[in-house]
């Protein structure tokens, strides 16, 4: 068995963001636990302690029936409380988030709103609402696709490595995550960063649809297979859909739009990111020519 103390820095951290990555978030002890000593202790301080035969049957059946009037007295909400709440049907999940979203008049409004929602069981496993960072006023936009273990622990988007590198990536084109407005399509991480499905989807398009009426981008940039997907309206991979300017309509409006792999992509190849620069090279040319026009 490998110790800690045989990994170097560089090992013990790739291993620590691999158990990230597979869902394992928390630590829950400084040290091993021998679980089965454990048990064989407490059989063994039940059976010093266990009282005689005749006085133990007494109690018991004192304990019953105080048992049974108990729960007859149980009030009726304590034990529905203990149900499970019913799952909203889908369809009607879908019509709550349009008029939640739909009745926000500013992206505070809207952020307040999705706060409030609880139609999406994406909500219920995540830690955070992933809302958007940064400044609307540019006029510049970034979608990636869902919050992955790093973004719902720090309650941003594009957190931990991933958003390193995505800060030097803008930083190469002047940009800066400050000066720009950052979201995601599923504002809950899936469990285990697993991909949305179609439902949930459908339950989250209304508010990063609004969030896009409201903000007004000039342009776009979308991060990854499943935001590139959502928007362009195809089922090809991120290496079919990058690098291609198309037009997203929301509303009345007709945004320009660009896709490039997702950071978490090029940390996993490398070599791909010589793609990713050729995306962000037209991107930066697009928003040459769009300050140029304003």
Known sequence: ??????????????????????????????????????????????????????????????????GSSAQRAAPQAERSAQRPQPAIPDGEAVQQARLAAESARSLAELKTALEAFNGCNL??????????????????????????????????????RPGQLLDKMLAAIGLDRNGILMTQVIPWRPPGNRAASPAEMDICRPFIERQIVL????????????????????????????????????????????????????????????LAWNDLLQFQAKLTEANSAS
């Open 1 to 66: 068995m490998i110790s800690v103390n045989d990994l170097s820095p560089g090992e013990l951290a790739a291993l620590l963001h691999f158990h990230a990555d597979a869902g394992v978030e928390w630590l829950l002890e400084e040290e091993a636990v021998d679980r089965f000593a454990e048990f064989e202790m407490m059989k063994a301080a039940r059976r010093s302690a266990a009282p005689a035969p005749q006085a133990t049957e007494g109690r018991e059946q004192a304990t019953r029936s105080s």
């Open 123 to 160: 909500k219920h496993s995540a830690r955070s609402t992933i809302f958007a960072g940064g400044d609307a006023a540019s006029g510049i936009m970034l979608i990636g696709s869902a919050p992955g273990a790093d973004d719902d622990r720090e309650g941003q988007p594009f957190a931990g």
């Open 215 to 274: 903000a007004e981008p000039k342009v776009i940039l979308l991060l990854g297979n499943f935001a590139a997907r959502v928007f362009f309206g195809e089922g090809d991979t991120i290496h079919g859909l990058r690098g291609q300017w198309r037009e997203i309509a929301i509303g009345d409006r007709r945004i320009p739009a660009i896709a490039t792999l997702h950071p978490q992509d090029l940390l996993t190849a490398p070599v791909n990111k010589r």
